[in-house]
């Protein structure tokens, strides 16, 4: 099957989309966003110029996707700091802005942190916000280099696993270099299989309901020239059963000690699926994302989303007139109607099969493993 299903692969765009910057204009610093809500129908630009405006772009998924989130947790304490408002204030909020992603807080804590302990040396608020802005970019570099090592680590275990090349790979969600500092965490392990020629296809789900896959994935696998196929979630079980699937890549928003894996809505039965099937199911993620204070799974706070995004059909970049009530989409529920809508949901570790990190590999899935790859490079 499949070929007759592939995308042309014609869009030879670079495939460098810096997803956020730090700017300094005449008028002050601002932190730039490519707005993700737009695309793929626009490339807009976002510009913040205060930390509530990056807290509403974090809670509008504007900018998202873990380590995206670190960093610009992150500069938003450096742009609180440079623009002279509440520091605390501002952290406190950053933090808070969505619960599930551990690097949201991570990246916050990081330059807030090195805040404080410029201002506890003795330096002033002009030095302290300087030692928050260098935290930020640190953390910037420091995730463009975890995502190549990743990509190397990945594609390893993949030619490992599947001797022979022309790889089928499944992903969900969007993790590419629309949530890194780099070139993303499993995307990018698709991406360099699909530059080393390993890569026949990336079978795209399209993430219900807000469609990272179908708008955020596509896209960057369009410009990369790759050959993928957009699916709806709920063909990924007949792909599985056609024999089409060689392995699951996903991301990860936080991994606790016991190597639970929260990621988007919708991971969790492809786990389910990849082990009936027995195909590889491997999580690809630095290891700012591994929480190793929460010790299970089932203490992770998933983060529940508004109805309307379930019970209208959310396009975000098309404002619809006339059906403002709720989320401006279009509605395909009768009125009234209640939505179950987790963000992510949780895949216990006994049905992974791997997790990448930049340290190394974690195979098979063990507290023990874990703990010890993350030891390799603990930092805060
Ligand atoms: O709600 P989102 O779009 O922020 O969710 C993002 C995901 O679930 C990604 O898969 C995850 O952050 C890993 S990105 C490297």
């Not at 450096?78 to 690097?103: H, I, K, M, Q, W």
């Not at 990246?107 to 300087?130: I, P």
């Amino acid at each position: 099957m499949a070929d007759q299903y592939a995308h042309s692969g014609e869009d030879k765009r670079p495939t460098e989309i810096p997803a956020i910057r730090w700017e300094e204009p005449p008028e002050g610093p601002v932190l730039v966003l490519l707005d993700q809500t737009r695309l793929p129908a626009e490339e807009v630009e976002l510009v913040c110029t205060d930390a509530s405006a990056l807290v509403e772009a974090i809670r509008s998924l504007a900018v998202r996707g873990a380590p995206l989130l670190g960093i610009a947790g992150a500069y938003g304490v450096a742009l609180a700091a440079v623009r002279g408002f509440d520091v605390d204030e501002a952290a406190a909020s950053l933090a808070s802005a969505r619960p599930t992603a551990v690097n949201l807080a991570l990246g916050v804590r990081r330059a807030h942190s090195a805040h404080e302990a410029a201002l506890a040396k003795g330096g002033d608020v002009r030095q302290a916000a300087s030692a928050a802005l260098a935290a930020a970019r640190q953390l910037h570099r420091e995730d463009a280099e975890a995502s190549a090592r990743m990509a190397e680590q990945g594609l390893a275990l993949l030619d490992e696993l599947l001797p022979g090349g022309g790889h089928r790979v499944l992903t969900h969600c969007n993790t590419g270099s629309l949530v890194s500092g780099g070139e993303g965490t499993a995307f990018a392990v698709a991406l360099a299989a699909h530059r080393t020629g390993r890569l026949r296809r990336l079978w795209v789900d399209e993430t219900r309901p807000l469609l990272q896959g179908a708008r955020l994935t596509a896209y960057e696998a369009a410009r990369a020239g790759m050959a993928y196929t957009l699916l709806t979630d709920n063909a990924a079980g007949s792909l599985f059963a056609a024999g089409e699937v060689d392995a699951v890549l996903i991301g990860a928003d936080r991994i606790t000690a016991d190597g639970s894996v929260a990621n988007k809505v919708g991971s969790y039965p492809l786990a389910v699926l990849a082990r009936y099937h027995h195909v590889p199911f491997i999580v690809v993620a630095p290891v700012t994302t591994v929480d190793l204070e929460t010790a299970e799974g089932a203490s992770i706070e998933v983060e529940q989303r508004p109805g309307h995004e379930v019970t209208e059909l959310v396009a975000p970049q098309v404002p619809v007139a006339g059906a403002a009530e709720a989320g401006g989409g279009i509605p395909v529920a009768p009125l009234g109607t209640q939505a179950y809508n987790p963000a992510f949901d949780v895949t216990p570790a006994e049905l992974v099969t791997a997790i990448v990190t930049e340290e190394g590999v974690v195979s098979p899935v063990t507290a023990e493993a874990l703990a010890e790859v993350c030891a390799r490079s603990r930092r805060v």
